[in-house]
């Protein structure tokens, strides 16, 4: 049994590296297909001449050739050097560039993560024991009509009537100039970061209540269920004991690919509240064409995101000796 | 009830925490915040953006700087300077005020000078922010004394007046910092700590955060005296909602943002009856144009050009966007009325008004006839023809888009069809040649930015290539004559390299609750170099000015004092909220 863990643990690492190595060569064809560099507008503005211009192009990689170029990057990542390339756009290591964010993004995002998959499971699991009531109707109408509102159009009216009208919380969510101590600088970030943090949790909220709520239901139909209830059983029990349970690995693996997730940022929802997080960096850099810091960001999600997926699998590989097997 | 308790307990608990830890209001004087768009670095040598100027102007010094009307430089940290000739060379000595103090208490000195001029020769490629006209033809640094320093530069010199003009952008630097590898250890590195941006200006570095704010505090040793304003802090903004809803809240009271046309008058809706609120507004330097690309057929033939001028109304079409005071008629010679006497105004319907019939008879004349009756003209040898139009540059909101439609509609017109590109991608189709006709925006800072149509210049996309240009530009950079310049916006107009759309009125807010003594600069708009500074050409030396200064901080400080009373209860409010959210799902829970 032992054996079977380890050899198929083995394959999954295996198995997700060619993943990874597979991902980073996609965002870098894509990369070097759009045309363009960072030093573009400097030439158009007539700043540098045709020969600095080039120059620089060749200083930085950019007439590297398609191979050159997508070796150097992966040796970089293989090696963990790529954080301290430099990128062009700001002349500065990857590293400083995205430390500073990385804080930001996570603390950002894994609020609204675990307040809004707390908020659609607990609602999911209500709508679905509360099934073809008025009630549950509803939620689900209601959230459906959620569902579709865009976050930066939600991010604009929460800024617009939280902010603005009531002037309850801030426009800007860079925190507080002098936090006096950590307890007041964690109600200032909170204080900073609430209308963010309802923005994006809104997504997370929907998509779990619908899922669960939908697995729920599905489940309730089983024979199983039906004969523990006629045992007598309280529904409660029968849900946390057995129906939860059933249902667990899929939600395991919805959960894990969101974490992943987690430290790419909201791109939308910095935008809209002006967030200085992932998000914002790999989108200008993206538009600068700035190589390396899109490669770099896009490596950490990627790791991270194959990471919990595979942390994810090995778990219920280790619960449910079905899947192991094959 | 257990938990109930517990739960009130834990909300009592924060309030009580929250309401004994008031924020740390600015008590000490005043504090301004003003709003800047996102910028790459604050390196005052590679900065590329106007938003890290605007900051950057506050903590160095030029040389020589523009004074107040925008339109004439003055002296900044040289105190005079003078242009002499010897044999073919010409030698410009600058000399510095003495006393000049940097931020670190050490002294601006002609050592200074020669060292922040020969790094930026030593790389101009890197250090984009200073005009190169500066290093064109340098051919020697001297330091003569402590405050004296002398350029020898060849024949190849730009003009006295252009020289003086390009110095306004060379912010001088510390050699001492900047020599110091621990503190910069690479200059063309992107600077953003407090001990690295060490200028001589008016305003010192106290604490940056990338992509959040910049604060600034006052520095007590400036030459021309402490300025007004304590504090002022640059917070990083990217959204002109954003800017209109936090000026009008006061929480903003001013930035780098305008409005114009139906946006501005949506704002001064939301502002009205708000003495507090003042908007102020210029003509903007930029100008608009609808381009042609000169590599491609038959864009580069005068003929066509000139019926496409014919067919187009731009007044009308500028006026249904900007209103009637939106927004000035371009002129078909590039500079606009901004540039004094260097502008030749030209405005379109002058050269070229809008005559649809003369246009339809060109086109004829050139073979573009509509050969297969589905009401477009087909090119002469028979082929479908449609003019592939780029319009949106990302960020923008000069309504280049509804522009670029109503251009197609007057096309139409007279029988051409026009694709409009709204994609996001402008800069690179831009850069690539591959568009046909393109609304693009400059913004000439200078009457030797007219180097932009010389035929070798890379900043030359539309490609026009015009030998008596080439020369006539040669000479003009060299004389510095306008009558040169009026002769190079002739030849623009003649060949209509481009069709003049407008110069862009724009207006922007500001706040005059917490400060009064707002001075634009029609250069920078707004967040000039002379804000924040009170009136620096005042004699501030006197004892009976310094009081009068005082008197009036001290009558602002009530104002001030309550509106940070005000923030504290938004402060409140939004924790206390919180706390509601976090303690209901424990109430509500089944007993």
Redesign the interface.
Same mark, same amino acid.
């Given at each position: 049994m032992a054996r079977g863990m380890v050899s198929y643990t083995l394959a999954k690492i295996a198995h997700r590296l060619l993943t990874l190595i597979f991902v980073i060569l996609i965002i870098y064809t894509l990369l070097r297909l759009? &045309? *363009?560099t960072p030093f573009?507008?400097?030439?158009?503005? *007539?700043? /540098?001449?045709?020969a600095?211009?080039e120059?620089?192009l060749k200083e930085w990689g950019y007439r590297d050739s398609f191979l050159v170029g997508a070796a150097k990057m992966l040796y970089g990542m293989a090696t963990f050097s790529l954080f301290k390339m430099?990128s062009p756009?700001?002349?500065?290591p990857i590293i400083d560039l995205i430390s500073?964010?990385l804080p930001y993004t996570l603390s950002l995002v894994t609020a609204a993560y675990f307040f809004g998959a707390m908020l659609g499971m /607990?609602l999911g699991l209500y709508c679905a024991r509360n099934r073809g009531t008025l009630k549950e109707s509803a939620i689900i109408w209601i959230t459906l009509g959620i569902r579709s509102l865009p976050v930066f159009w939600l991010g604009?009216v929460l800024?617009?009537v939280f902010?603005?009208k009531l *002037? +309850?919380? &801030?426009? +800007?969510t860079?925190s507080?100039?002098?936090p006096? #101590?950590v307890?007041?600088h964690m /109600?200032?970030w909170? @204080?900073h970061s609430?209308l963010p943090i309802i923005a994006l949790s809104k997504i997370y909220a929907v998509s779990y209540l619908l899922t669960i709520r939908n697995m729920v239901s599905e489940e309730y139909t089983n024979d199983y269920v039906v004969s523990f209830r006629a045992m007598g059983l309280r529904e409660d029990y029968i849900i946390e004991r057995y129906v939860l349970r059933s249902i667990m690995p899929p939600i395991i693996t919805m959960m894990a690919i969101d974490l992943g997730f987690l430290f790419g940022g909201a791109v939308v929802t910095e935008?809209?509240f #002006?967030y &200085?997080g992932m998000g914002?960096l790999i989108y200008?850099a993206i @538009?600068n064409k700035d190589y390396p810091v899109v490669l770099a960001s896009f490596y950490i999600i990627a790791v991270a995101v194959i990471l919990a997926i595979t942390i994810a699998e090995i778990t219920y590989a280790y619960l449910d000796p079905r899947i192991r097997r094959g | 009830m257990n938990r109930k308790g517990l739960s009130l307990l834990l909300a009592v608990l924060f309030l009580s925490s929250i309401a004994a830890a008031p924020r740390v209001s600015a008590s000490a004087g005043t504090e301004l915040v003003l709003a800047v768009g996102k910028w790459k670095t604050l390196n005052p040598l590679t900065s590329s953006t106007v938003y890290s100027n605007v900051i950057l102007d506050k903590v160095y010094e030029p040389l020589i700087r523009w004074d107040k009307s925008g339109t004439k430089v003055t002296s900044a940290l040289a105190e005079k300077w003078e242009f002499k000739k010897e044999g073919d060379n010409k030698v410009l000595t600058f000399h510095l005020r003495k006393g000049v103090k940097w931020h670190d208490g050490k002294e601006v000195t002609a050592e200074d000078v020669k060292f922040t001029i020969e790094l930026f020769k030593s790389n101009p490629a890197k250090f984009v922010n200073p005009d190169t006209l500066i290093i064109n033809g340098l051919q020697e640094v001297k330091v003569v004394d402590k405050y004296t320093v002398q350029l020898v530069y060849n024949q190849s010199a730009a003009a006295d007046k252009f020289l003086e003009m390009a110095f306004t952008t060379l912010y001088i630097v510390p050699k001492h910092i900047w020599e110091d590898k621990n503190i910069i250890s690479d200059p063309t590195a992107s600077l953003d700590k407090p001990e690295q941006l060490v200028g001589c200006g008016p305003f010192k570095v106290a604490e940056i955060k990338p992509g959040e704010y910049v604060k600034l505090q006052a520095f007590k040793d400036y030459y021309l005296g402490k300025p007004e304003v304590d504090t002022a802090i640059f917070k990083v903004l990217t959204d002109k909602n954003q800017f209109a809803m936090m000026v009008a809240n006061g929480e903003l009271d001013a930035g780098y943002f305008y409005f114009f046309g139906k946006y501005l008058k949506e704002f001064e809706n939301m502002v009205s009856g708000d003495p507090n609120v003042k908007i102020y507004r210029a003509a903007s330097k930029s100008t608009h144009l609808l381009a042609f690309n000169f590599k491609k057929w038959p864009y580069n033939d005068l003929k066509f050009r000139k019926a496409i001028a014919y067919a187009l109304p731009v007044d009308k079409i500028v006026q249904k966007y900007y209103g009637t005071d939106g927004a000035k008629a371009g002129s078909m010679g590039f500079l606009g009325p901004f540039f004094g006497e260097y502008c030749k105004y030209m405005p379109k319907e002058k050269v070229y008004p809008y005559d649809p019939d003369k246009a339809k008879e060109i086109l004829d004349e050139l073979g573009f006839k509509d050969v297969n009756g589905d009401g477009y003209r087909e090119t002469p040898d028979g082929k479908p023809f449609k003019i592939y139009l780029l319009t949106r540059a990302p960020g923008d909101s000069f309504f280049r888009d509804a522009i670029g439609d109503e251009i197609a509609n007057y096309l139409k017109d007279v029988g051409i069809k026009v694709d409009v590109d709204k994609a996001g991608d402008y800069w690179d189709k831009w850069g690539a040649g591959s568009w046909d006709m393109a609304i693009v925006g400059f913004v000439p800072h200078k009457p030797t930015d007219l180097i932009w149509f010389t035929s070798d210049n890379p900043g030359n996309r539309v490609g026009f290539s015009n030998k008596t240009y080439d020369e006539t530009f040669e000479e003009f950079q060299r004389t510095g004559d306008p009558a040169l310049a009026h002769k190079l916006e002739e030849i623009l107009a003649n060949n209509v390299v481009f069709i003049a759309l407008y110069h862009p009125i724009v207006a922007t807010p500001y706040r005059v609750d917490r400060y009064k003594d707002w001075a634009p600069n029609p250069r920078f708009l707004t967040l000039g170099y002379w804000s924040l500074l009170g009136n620096p050409e005042k004699p501030t030396t006197t004892t009976s000015s310094e009081k009068s200064s005082t008197t009036t901080s001290s009558s602002k400080t009530p104002s001030s004092s309550t509106s940070t009373t005000k923030k504290g209860e938004k402060g409140l409010c939004g924790p206390a909220a919180l706390v509601l959210f976090a303690v209901l799902p424990l109430l509500k829970r089944r007993r």
């Open positions: 759009a &045309p *363009g573009d507008q400097y030439l158009y503005q *007539g700043k /540098i001449t045709e600095q211009y120059a620089l430099k756009v700001y002349n500065k500073v964010r /607990i604009m800024l617009y902010a603005f *002037g +309850l919380f &801030p426009f +800007l860079s507080e100039l002098h006096r #101590n307890f007041h /109600i200032d909170l @204080w609430l935008t809209v #002006n &200085p914002t200008t @538009w | -």
